[in-house]
């Protein structure tokens, strides 16, 4: 077993001795404060140039992810986790705006959460959780139509698009 299905599962801790329960219950600014967690719980085949560290999601990781309920709703725990932080609720694979939206810190040029937001998408997608990348997708561009015209930038959009 790898790694990161370890970690997944709840069974090893990462790289500074961090559980994912321990993750799952940190406070926003605990989330945006510390950089290095987001490649934990949303892994990528490509090494993080920010958290060396950090797994790479593999090939069997993909399938193991892929065929694993309880890993599927565990990633979907995560999810929810960072939805909460960015303002954003999920109701199924549909995401929508939640009630401390307003609060949010990520609308605005070049915010380091954008980037976030693309390693979810992408890990979403491997992890076989299409419906969902889509539903934050579509909620990312309405929210860039409506609130994040001058904050969401047209390369920003096309990598969110490229990602589901």
Known sequence: MSRLI?????????TRG????DMWSWDHRRLEMIHDYIQWLFPLPEPS?????APLLSDRDIAVLQGDPVLQ???RRSLDLMLDFFGLQRKGAAVSRGADFARVPWLEPLNHN?????????????????AEAQGLRACLEDIAA?????????RTLAFWRAAV
């Open 49 to 53: 140039r920010f958290n060396p560290g």
């Open 114 to 130: 954008h980037l976030r937001l693309t390693r979810i998408l992408l890990f979403l997608r491997h992890a076989g959780l299409r």
């Open 6 to 14: 370890a970690f997944y599962r709840g069974q090893e801790p990462d």
């Open 73 to 75: 709703d565990r990633v």
């Open 18 to 21: 961090r559980t994912i329960d």
């Open 146 to 154: 409506h609130e994040g015209r001058d904050a969401i930038t047209p």
